[in-house]
C-alpha cells in the first residue's frame, strides 16, 4: 500500500506546478516534499526518512537529504506554501454543495507530555492534546481545517474557519450543539447563502434570555423548533457523515491516528495532519483496500 500511495503521490507531484528553488540548495521544494510525505505514509518520523536503507529498493534510487537540511526546508516559507498548494489541490471542493459540516475532532496526548503548545479540552473526557476544526463538505472534501490546543473554543475556530472558506461553501452550515451562539449564525448570514442549523445547547423549548438575537440565530430556531421540524431533523441526521469521513481518516494503516512521539508542538502537527488529509483522500480515489489499524 505504501509503495502504492508513492507513486500516486508522485504522479501528483508531476502535475503541479514546481516553484523556483534558489540555486544554493541542493534538494529542491518538490524532492522535500516527496520525502517528507513519503515519510508520513509509514509513519516515519523525517529523520529516519532520510538514510536510503530505510527505504523500499525501488526508492532508493534519488539521492535524500540529511535530517538537519530536511528539518530546515521544512520550515521555509516555499516549502510550506508548496505544501498547502498540494492539499489544496486534492483536498478543497470541486464544486458548492447543499450543505456543509461543521465539527472537530479531538488528537489527545500522554498527560506527562511536554508539548508546550497543547492544551487540556473536554470531547469524550478531559485530556491534553489538540482538535482537529473542519468544515467539510461530501466525497472527502475540506473546505477548511484548523489545528488549534483543546482548550480553544469550539465555536471561535469556527468562526475563523467559515469566514475564510471558499467560495464554494454555498449551502446549509450544519453542526452540534456545541457551536450554539449568536456570532456564528451572524458570519453566515454575513456569507448571504450560508443559513446555519444546529440544535440549542440547552435544548428546545427553553427563553433566549434578554441579549439580543441575530436573524441567523432566530432564523435556525424557529426551523428545528417549529411544529414540523422534519426539514430540520433530516439535514442534522445528514450531519452524522462527518463522523464517516473522521473514522475514514484513521481506519487505515497509515491514518491520521494518535499523534507520534515526534509530533509535537504545533508546527509539526499542522504539517503531519495536512499530509495525512491528503493522502487520506488520494487513498479514497485510487481506490486502495487497506486493513484497519
Known amino acids: 500500500m505504501a509503495h502504492q500511495l508513492s507513486k500516486e503521490m508522485v504522479a501528483l507531484l508531476a502535475t503541479l506546478d514546481k516553484p523556483r528553488t534558489p540555486t544554493r540548495f541542493a534538494f529542491g521544494d518538490e524532492a522535500i516534499g516527496r ?25 532508493r534510487k534519488r539521492p535524500l537529504p540529511s535530517p538537519a537540511t530536511m528539518s530546515r526546508r521544512l520550515r521555509s516559507p516555499s516549502v510550506i506554501a508548496w505544501l498547502d498548494a498540494l492539499q489544496r489541490r486534492v483536498t478543497a471542493p470541486q464544486a458548492s454543495g447543499r450543505f456543509w459540516r461543521i465539527d472537530g475532532k479531538p488528537s489527545p496526548i500522554g498527560g506527562c507530555s511536554k508539548d508546550r503548545q497543547a492544551g487540556y479540552g473536554r470531547a469524550a473526557g478531559k ?16 473546505a477548511g481545517w484548523r489545528v488549534a490546543p483543546r482548550n480553544k473554543e ?11 472558506a471558499p467560495p464554494e461553501v454555498v449551502g446549509y452550515g450544519i453542526a452540534d450543539s456545541n457551536q450554539d451562539s449568536n456570532a456564528l449564525p451572524q458570519i453566515c448570514d454575513d456569507r448571504e447563502n450560508v443559513p446555519l442549523v444546529t440544535p440549542r ?12 438575537q441575530t436573524a441567523g440565530r432566530r432564523r435556525w430556531i424557529a426551523l428545528t423548533e417549529n411544529p414540523f421540524p422534519a426539514f430540520a431533523e433530516q439535514l442534522l441526521g445528514d450531519r452524522a457523515e462527518i463522523e464517516r469521513q473522521f473514522g475514514n481518516l484513521v481506519n487505515w494503516g497509515g491514518g491520521l491516528k494518535g ?6 508542538t504545533h508546527r509539526r502537527v499542522r504539517r503531519w495532519v495536512q499530509a495525512k488529509l491528503v493522502l487520506a483522500k488520494l487513498k479514497g480515489e485510487v481506490g486502495l483496500r487497506t486493513c484497519a489499524a
Do not use: F, M
Not at 513519503?38 to 536510503?52: F, N
Not at 469550539?154 to 475564510?164: C, G
Not at 445547547?201 to 439580543?212: A, D, M, N, Q, V
Not at 499523534?259 to 509535537?264: E, H, L
Open 35 to 59: 520525502v517528507y510525505s513519503g515519510s508520513v505514509i509509514c509513519d516515519w518520523s523525517p529523520s529516519w526518512a532520510c538514510p536510503k536503507k530505510n527505504w523500499p529498493l525501488p526508492l
Open 154 to 164: 469550539e465555536r471561535v475556530l469556527a468562526e475563523r474557519l467559515l469566514q475564510a
Open 127 to 142: 485530556a491534553k492534546g489538540d482538535q482537529l476544526h473542519t468544515v467539510s463538505g461530501s466525497a472527502g472534501a475540506w
Open 201 to 212: 445547547r440547552y435544548g428546545p423549548g427553553k427563553g433566549t434570555g434578554h441579549r439580543k
Open 259 to 264: 499523534r507520534p512521539a515526534w509530533g509535537r
